[in-house]
Every structure is written in structure tokens, then in C-alpha cells.
């Protein structure tokens, strides 16, 4: 009150406008926390939302674990590779980012020039976030395209199955699809198993898996394929196919049949007659399946090995005689029956057993059932469930029904091996694994006549082929010669040869089922019935595979003397 009374302006005026600049400053501060307040809220409801949103992990429907995933090695039974992953680079676009889709076209056809240019131009047009333009590329290609510079091209890692022995084990392997996954062969068991839970949890991407031991020994495997192509030509063949089985395990040591595919290249097993006649080719079987008939008969006490039997005359169904192909015509003993591979003599020993009691048999044996084993390529037999007078005729020679050639391995392996059927497997099995899986089908009696009459088929039958290319290894077998249906009538002209064997059979460890189909007389000097064909290659086979699995040869004769039976010495 004083400054006014001297002339100074009122106090109460500069408090009023100091007043002013300090609300103005207060309300600026307040809007300005309350937009960043607001900012900050507009972020964290961002982050929040974004947090929600659920990643698209897949690759054109895909998962992303799955088809990056690894798969175990395969090895042999010693350990070789005989399947394995292999890192490659796959191209791929992302659509929406091409700038100049035009140009993105001829860029990429400088160096793939294979790609259509039409599918090219769709696959890049579009606002896509991912497209595969071509899988499983070499390093080569993926350098000269990342060198081309398009936007939107990129490449991922995937793994891509090898198989360093290519066609060799094709029917074993299989195959897997460009996802990597087991389309075929033991390849897609393995995914039935385990494998493929694996891929789908992610286990199997990046990490090293544990590898898969087969039975197989490629060793042997690849003696097998030579002689099974080299039958190829050797007979003018159409087919050829070879099983070897280790009696006591079960464990298949080979397995081939051509013609086969290359695994590494998965389309050519679409190739007409590419198929496992193993597995999933069914067959009159012939006489091989004599050796069934005549074991089937002595274990069921019908008959005995030093009985003889009435083989004068063929066997009369209403119209029809059943013959002999090279027929002697008189009384034979149970052992010239097998050697001579009499089709009456045979007849007469399942009469004796009598034809139910040998419908049971087949049974035993798993004929008329699908064999327990890994391949998903698998035929179920064709074995009538009840067998008319003349339909077990013709069955106990081995015609009249069809199984593959593994039910015969299986049923040899039976026979000689004290007479215990054991399922076969393609993983490893030791005996004592084995033994609790046995299944008694025949005595160990039955057994050692069966060893005794292969082996004479070998010295003294229609085996002798086969055990001139094996001399010293004991081997022995039975051939069998069937007419294959041509135009629903039995041809003369067009047979599938089989020869079922053992080895060695003073102390049997293999069984081998070898097949040739509609094969030719090697030379002038040669024929066309199974001891020239299918027979010498199975002589060959053994004479190149049994060091290698340690059977010596040994020429003494007293071995072939302790192989007969004591009733028959």
C-alpha cells in the first residue's frame, strides 16, 4: 500500500500475473503427463495385443519341426551306413516383398531353367508370406541365385535322406518324400515306431538321433544284387529276387529282387514291376513246397523215411492223371520220392497223412496268414481254407496256392533248424532274444530227416548244380519249376523257378529261398528247369558269401555221412 501511495503501480497487479504463468505451467506439465501416460498405454495395449497373436509356424501347411526334422542313420549289422541325412538348401519366396515379379521370373529361370514360366509367374504373384519355388537344391545353384539379388528370395536348410548304396537295398530301405518322411520300406516302419512322434515334438530337428542297426549285412546284400542282375541277363530273365535268413534269429541277413529302384530318387519305384516279389509277390510255389508235404507227414506219424510208396501209375480226379515230369514208375522209397520230386509219390504221402490233417499243417506253418515282419509291402497268401481231394493233390506239390517267398524261407528255416518257427525281422535279434519266441512246428526228428533229404537232393538230385558252384559247404535244397497262368490256362513255356536251401547242414545256420522268373537256357548245353537257374545261383551265392560269414569249406565226405539219420544208415 505504500508503492501506491508513491506512484507505483499495485502490488496486487504482479501478483495476478505471475499467478497466470504459474497455472499456465501447471496445466502444460499435466497435458503433457497425460500424453505420455496415454502413450505409454497405447504401447502396452499394443504389446499386449501382438503378445496374443499366434505365430504362424507352418510352411505351406506344413509345421516348420517337421519338415526341417532329421532322421536316424540306418546301418548294417557291422555298422555301415546304409541311410543317412544330408543338409540342402530349398528356395523359397515370400510373395508380398517381389517388387518387380517380372523380373524375379527371368532372374530365376537363368539358373533354374527347368521351372515353367507360367507356374513361376503364379507361384511370385500374390501377397503370400511363404511359397516354395524348388526343394533339395546343391549349394552351386543356391550361390548363383542368391547372386541374382531379388528381393524376396530367400533359401531354408532342410534334410534330405541319402542312400550311399543306391538300388542295392532298395526293398529294404524304402524311401521318404521330399518332407522327409518314410513313404515305403523299412523307412516308413521306422515312422509307424518312433520317428515320426519324434519329428512332431521337434526332437528330431537339429538334434543327432540315435541310429537304427538292421539284420543286414551288406556284404552279403551286395554278393546277392550282382548274382540277382547278373541272372538278369545270364537267363533272359523278367524278374529275378533272393532271401536269406539266419534259421536260428530270424534275422534276414539279405534281401533283394530286381528289377528295383533307386531310393534317391523315390519316383522310380513307380516303375511297372519294381515291386518286392519278396514280400508282396505271391506265387505257385512247385515242388519246393514238396519238402512241407513229406516234414507235414513225417511229424504227424503217417508215414516214416524208410517207407516206400506206390508210384507206377499217375493218380486219376475224374478226367484228369496226375504224372510224374520225369516219372520212374515204380514202387519208391520216401527219400527217392524227394530226389526225384515225384508228384505221385508225394500225393500218395499226404493221402496218408490224410488231406485235413495236412490243412492243419499248412496252418502250423503260417501259410495261410500274413507273415510278422516290418515291410508294409506285404500280400497275404492264397490258401484255400479247406482243401477238396484233388485241391490237396495239387497243394502237396505245390500248386493250387500261392505264398511269397518269404513264407517259404520262414517254413525252411523252420525245418532245419530243430523245428522251431521264429518270425523273421529285419533288427538285429540274438538267439536269446529268439528262443522265447519260438513256436514248435515240427520235432527235432522230423528236422534231421529234412536236413538229410536236402542234402541228398544236392548230391544225388536236382540239386547238383547248385552243389557243384558250392562244393565243400554243405549246402542242400529243393528246386521247384511252376507254369506261370498265361490267358487263365497253365503255360509250358512260361515258368517261375525256385530253389529253397540250407547251409551247412551238418551244422544249419541259413536258409535262402532264390527265385527266377521265366527265365532262358543259359546255352545250348543248358535247360530251362530250376537247377540250371535258380539253383546255380544259389551255388554261386554261397560259394562268395559263406566266408564272409564265417562257414569254412570242408570236403571231408564224413560230413555228409554224420547227416543221416541213424534209421536210414
Do not use: C
Amino acid at each position: 500500500m505504500a508503492a501506491a501511495t508513491e506512484g507505483y503501480s499495485p502490488t496486487i497487479a504482479l501478483d495476478g500475473a505471475r499467478k497466470q504463468r504459474g497455472n499456465l505451467t501447471q496445466a502444460r506439465i499435466r497435458w503433457m503427463i497425460l500424453g505420455v501416460v496415454i502413450g505409454f498405454m497405447l504401447v502396452g495395449g499394443r504389446l499386449v495385443q501382438l503378445g496374443m497373436v499366434e505365430t504362424d509356424q507352418t510352411i505351406e501347411g506344413q509345421a516348420r519341426d517337421v519338415i526341417t526334422a532329421t532322421r536316424p542313420p540306418i546301418l548294417d549289422r557291422n555298422g555301415l551306413e546304409m541311410a543317412v541325412d544330408i543338409r540342402v538348401p530349398s528356395l523359397y519366396a515370400e510373395p508380398r516383398r517381389i517388387i518387380d515379379v517380372e523380373e524375379a521370373v527371368q532372374k530365376l529361370r537363368t539358373v533354374l531353367p527347368d521351372l515353367s514360366e507360367t507356374w513361376l509367374r503364379n507361384r511370385l504373384t500374390g501377397d503370400k508370406g511363404f511359397v516354395w519355388v524348388q526343394r533339395e537344391l546343391t549349394p552351386a545353384i543356391q550361390d548363383q541365385v542368391m547372386r541374382l539379388g531379388i528381393p524376396g528370395i530367400d533359401f531354408i536348410t532342410e534334410s534330405k535322406r541319402f542312400y550311399p548304396a543306391m538300388n542295392e537295398a532298395a526293398h529294404i530301405l524304402g524311401s521318404t518324400n521330399v518332407d522327409n518322411q518314410g513313404i515305403a520300406g523299412i523307412e516308413r516302419h521306422m515312422d509307424t515306431e518312433s520317428v515320426a512322434l519324434l519329428q512332431e515334438l521337434g526332437l528330431a530337428r537339429g538334434n543327432a538321433l540315435t541310429p537304427v542297426e538292421l539284420s543286414v549285412d551288406m556284404r552279403v546284400q551286395h554278393v546277392l544284387h550282382d548274382q540277382l542282375v547278373d541272372a538278369m541277363t545270364r537267363y533272359q530273365a523278367v524278374a529275378a529276387a533272393g532271401v536269406m535268413m539266419d534259421i536260428y534269429t530270424g534275422e534276414i541277413v539279405a534281401l533283394a529282387s530286381v528289377p528295383d529302384f533307386n531310393p534317391n530318387e523315390p519316383a522310380s519305384a513307380l516303375v511297372k514291376d519294381t515291386f518286392n516279389r519278396i514280400t508282396s509277390g505271391i506265387f505257385e510255389p512247385g515242388s519246393i513246397f514238396k519238402t512241407v508235404t513229406i516234414a507235414g507227414a513225417l511229424d504227424s506219424g503217417a508215414v516214416r523215411a524208410t517207407d516206400q510208396f506206390d508210384a507206377r501209375y499217375g493218380i486219376r480226379f475224374g478226367r484228369y492223371t496226375i504224372d510224374d515230369f520225369h516219372g520212374k514208375h515204380r514202387i519208391m522209397s520216401l527219400s527217392e520220392i524227394y530226389k526225384y520230386s515225384s508228384n505221385i509219390g508225394t500225393i500218395r504221402i499226404m493221402q496218408a497223412m490224410g488231406k485235413d490233417n495236412f490243412r492243419d499243417f499248412l496252418g502250423r506253418m503260417k501259410f495261410d496268414q500274413r507273415v510278422e515282419f516290418e515291410l508294409p509291402e506285404m500280400r497275404v497268401p492264397t490258401v484255400p481254407k479247406t482243401l477238396s481231394e484233388v485241391g490237396a493233390a495239387t497243394a502237396s506239390f505245390g500248386h493250387g496256392l500261392s505264398v511269397s517267398p518269404l513264407h517259404m524261407v520262414t517254413a525252411y528255416g523252420a525245418l532245419v533248424n530243430g523245428g522251431n518257427y521264429i518270425a523273421p525281422t529285419l533288427y538285429k535279434r540274438s538267439v536269446a532274444e529268439a528262443e522265447p519266441l519260438y513256436e514248435r512246428v515240427v520235432t527235432p526228428q522230423t528236422s534231421e530227416v529234412m536236413r538229410y533229404l536236402m542234402r541228398l537232393n544236392a548230391l544225388e538230385g536236382s540239386g547238383s548244380q547248385m552243389n557243384r558252384a558250392a562244393l565243400g559247404y554243405r549246402a542242400g535244397g529243393k528246386t521247384g519249376t511252376a507254369e506261370k497262368v498265361v490267358d487263365g490256362r497253365y503255360s509250358s513255356s512260361k515258368v517261375t523257378n525256385f530253389f529253397a536251401s540250407a547251409f551247412p547242414l551238418d551244422n544249419p545256420r541259413y536258409a535262402i529261398v532264390i527265385m527266377v522268373d521265366e527265365p532262358k537256357a543259359e546255352n545250348p548245353q543248358s535247360g530251362t528247369t530250376a537247377g540250371w537257374n535258380a539253383g546255380h545261383l544259389t551255388g554261386r551265392l554261397i560259394q562268395r558269401v559263406a566266408p564272409m560269414l564265417g562257414v569254412a569249406p570242408d570236403f571231408s565226405e564224413a560230413l555228409d555221412r554224420q547227416i543221416v539219420p541213424p534209421a536210414l544208415r
